[in-house]
């Protein structure tokens, strides 16, 4: 995993989310956080990638807390 404080929306992203590691998913999850909060920022709003991304990991974390 990416020693990266941020996941820019032109940076790679796992297909299938339900292949990450749970320890890997959450450093995923804070990177994609992060820079949702920049986006909102220094930008005014989410970029619409970045939004898909924390919604995925948001479904993820879900999916892994039902089973």
Do not use: C, I, W
């Not at 450093?27 to 989410?46: K, T």
């Amino acid at each position: 995993m990416s020693e990266k404080l941020h996941l820019k929306p032109e940076d790679e992203f796992p297909d299938d989310l339900s292949t990450v590691p749970d320890r890997e998913l959450q450093v995923l999850d804070s990177q994609v956080q992060r820079q949702l909060d920049y986006e909102y920022v220094a930008e005014g709003g989410p970029n619409p990638e970045t939004e898909f991304r924390h919604e995925d990991l948001d479904e993820e974390f879900q999916d892994r807390d039902d089973r």
